[in-house]
T-cell receptor
Framework: ETGVTQSPTHLIKTRGQQVTLRCSSQ?????VSWYQQALGQGPQFIFQ???????GRGNFPPRFSGLQFPNYSSELNVNALELDDSALYLC????????????FGSGTRLTVV | EDQVTQSPEALRLQEGESSSLNCSYT??????LFWYRQDPGKGPEFLFT???AGEEKEKERLKATLTKKESFLHITAPKPEDSATYLC????????????FGAGTTVTVRA
């Protein structure tokens, strides 16, 4: 059974640029969520995708967008990067409606300079 | 809005010195309370889910308990490999698509 895999592991971008982060869900999981974790803080919910549609969204601006593909993999896109976007971005997969916990990937460390 | 507060922020223990971490929460209706372990530079690793007051779960040296307002993670006779940040998160019945996390407790166990 494979876990959640994310790519790339590290990324450095310049303010104003755009970035795409990728995630492959755990086998059998049909829901994917994205979280942002600033240094020393707990993860903050960005959004969740189920059946290729956004299923819920946290307090993040529209320049944060996502996609879920038929194979349940996912992308997080961030436009017009700001210095405060520097963080660890975590992808988590789950089975919709189940009582099992979310499985997290190891994250992508994004640095905006 | 859901609120999760963890205390203390940091905990330094001697090997074998048992202790407890606290997670206080406010939700409109609790679907589940989750405990995760996170090592530096890694994603959170699932430990437990608790669903109702009075529930307890154990795994090796860790034991999680739940009341209507808080949860405790008890670490019994810790070892250096138990050093990590422990995160608590709640899932609200009204918006069960997300987890709301606390800031975590960083535990350091010295040999």
């Amino acid at each position: 059974e494979t876990g959640v895999t994310q790519s790339p592991t590290h990324l450095i971008k310049t303010r104003g640029q755009q970035v795409t982060l990728r995630c492959s869900s755990q086998s059998g999981h049909n829901t994917v969520s994205w979280y942002q974790q600033a240094l020393g803080q707990g993860p903050q919910f960005i959004f969740q995708y189920y059946r290729e549609e956004e299923n819920g969204r946290g307090n993040f601006p529209p320049r944060f967008s996502g996609l879920q593909f038929p194979n349940y993999s996912s992308e997080l896109n961030v436009n017009a990067l700001e210095l405060d976007d520097s963080a660890l971005y975590l992808c988590a997969s789950s089975i919709s409606g189940s009582n099992y916990g979310y499985t997290f990937g190891s994250g992508t460390r994004l640095t905006v300079v | 809005e859901d609120q999760v507060t963890q205390s203390p922020e940091a905990l330094r223990l001697q090997e074998g010195e048992s202790s407890s971490l606290n997670c206080s929460y406010t939700v409109s209706g609790l679907r589940g309370l989750f405990w995760y372990r996170q090592d530096p530079g890694k994603g959170p690793e699932f430990l437990f889910t608790l669903y109702s007051a009075g529930e307890e779960k154990e795994k090796e040296r860790l034991k999680a308990t739940l009341t209507k307002k808080e949860s405790f993670l008890h670490i019994t006779a810790p070892k250096p490999e138990d050093s990590a940040t422990y995160l608590c998160a709640v899932q609200d019945l009204s918006n069960d698509y997300k987890l709301s996390f606390g800031a975590g407790t960083t535990v350091t166990v010295r040999a």
